[in-house]
């Protein structure tokens, strides 16, 4: 991966994510769905987030970010701060990323042995 991809999945992408899917999408849908503000709002951008995962990924890894997302939403109902989901968002892309990277340097030393 290089550098350029690298900053875009740990820092770019994750705030601009985070600026549409919490700071747009779920601060208009606790303020218009009242009645349903909380885990249910939560949940309806979650699986939107899910589903727009779904333009670039697998359809296992766009469910699979539904998970965290439902974090990053909870984070944004409890602290309305844009910036601490946008460092969560980041930290979980690192922790995949970093993953990944383990996993793949894993197999790659297994089959070269």
Do not use: K
Not at 94 to 104: D, N
């Amino acid at each position: 991966m290089s550098v350029t991809a690298f900053l875009l999945t740990v820092a770019v992408y994750p705030m601009l994510e985070e600026y549409l899917f919490r700071a747009l999408l779920l601060r208009e849908a606790d303020s218009r769905f009242v009645q349903w503000r909380g885990w249910r709002t939560n949940l309806a951008v979650s699986v939107l987030f899910g589903l727009a995962h779904l333009f670039a990924w697998p359809v296992m890894h766009a469910a699979a970010v539904i998970l965290p997302s439902l974090f990053f939403g909870f984070l944004w109902q409890r602290y309305q701060r844009w910036w601490l989901c946008s460092l969560a968002h980041g930290m979980a892309n690192l922790i995949g990323w970093l993953w990944g990277q383990a996993v793949v340097n894993g197999l790659l030393q297994w089959f070269s042995a």
